[in-house]
């Protein structure tokens, strides 16, 4: 077993500059940021499995209402919290995910008890709610996702007419990925979707391939933006298909996905990390929500697009 291990957490890309992004919300999003980091990087320290280790870091940004995922999830157009997540695990490719469930307070719990307690990979609505009920994963009232500051941005987009698409993704997708002291890798990835989203739509985060997706023959990725184009690329698995089948170093690997994506008109970010312990973050945006924490190393949290 070697000594390194490696954590890489992201809580959304999009328009945060410096000097203009609200000090307080500064502060608050590098606090979050912070403490997912320490969650995951206690069970890596310790020897623990990188599934542990993302799962951990991504239950506490899902607690915290800076953030679009689990409680301070967006609303969709009807005004209500439908919510996503996956997991996936290098060493096996095992993979489970969640899209539109109303009652789990941590879907990436929920997208693990599908891995591990069901013959499925995606389970969706109200069919996840009842899985996740009989697996005895803890439930909470809808109203415990729902923040005033997420309902005003609903009335804001809506009052823009029935073409208004939330584009903003200031408040973004929240997700992790390690590699442990044994050298697998593992993936984690959750979100509240876009505000006023309609018709059940589904975007890159529960997509195993899209948003998220683990090999321990290439690396493990999270993602966060614009869903519809991370969906077209398969982002998640087309960068681990570069680094796997070309031997293409993982930062230029996520940097051409990341740039594929932008010329289609998509825009958002990747963290990404290897068995060998390289990692990668790339984004195509202002800022996006980041950390980073390794074996002997200081944790470094960063917001915008100059740090």
Not at 5 to 21: D, E
Not at 139 to 155: A, C, I, K, N
Not at 161 to 181: E, N, S, W
Not at 211 to 240: K, L, N, Q
């Amino acid at each position: 077993m070697s000594e390194r291990w490696t954590l890489l957490i992201h809580g959304g890309a999009g328009s945060m500059r410096r000097g203009v992004f609200p000090a307080a919300e500064d502060i608050h999003c590098r606090t979050g940021l912070r403490r997912a980091l320490d969650a995951g990087a206690a069970i890596l320290a310790e020897g623990g499995d990188a599934l542990d280790a993302v799962e951990a870091a991504v239950r506490v940004l899902e607690d915290d209402p800076g953030f679009n995922a689990g409680r301070g999830s967006v609303f969709t157009h009807e005004g209500v919290n439908e919510l996503d997540a996956a997991v996936m695990r290098g060493s096996d490719r095992a993979a489970g995910a969640v899209t539109g469930v109303t009652r789990t307070r941590n879907p990436v719990s929920l997208a693990r008890a599908v891995m591990e307690r069901s013959p499925h990979v995606l389970l969706g609505g109200g069919g996840a709610d009842r899985f996740s009920s009989e697996a005895g994963l803890e439930q909470v009232d809808p109203v415990w996702f729902r923040t005033e500051e997420r309902w005003r941005q609903l009335e804001e987009l809506k009052a823009r007419g029935d073409k208004a698409f939330d584009v903003d993704m200031k408040y973004g997708t929240v997700g992790a990925v390690a590699v442990d002291r044994r050298g697998h890798v593992a993936a984690a990835t959750s979100t509240g979707g876009l505000t006023a989203k309609r018709w059940g739509r589904i975007g890159d985060s529960p997509l195993i391939g899209a948003g998220t997706y683990a090999d321990d023959r290439a690396a493990a990725v999270s993602a966060t933006g614009a869903g519809e184009y991370f969906i077209r690329v398969g982002a998640a698995h087309e960068i681990c298909a570069r680094v796997r089948l070309t031997g293409e170093a993982l930062q230029s690997a996520s940097d051409a996905v990341t740039a594929e994506i932008a010329e289609l008109g998509g825009k958002g970010g990747v963290i990404a990390v290897a068995p060998d312990g390289s990692a990668a973050w790339s984004f195509t945006t202002a800022g996006m929500f980041r950390g980073r924490i390794s074996a002997g190393e200081d944790p470094v949290v960063a917001i915008y697009g100059d740090e």
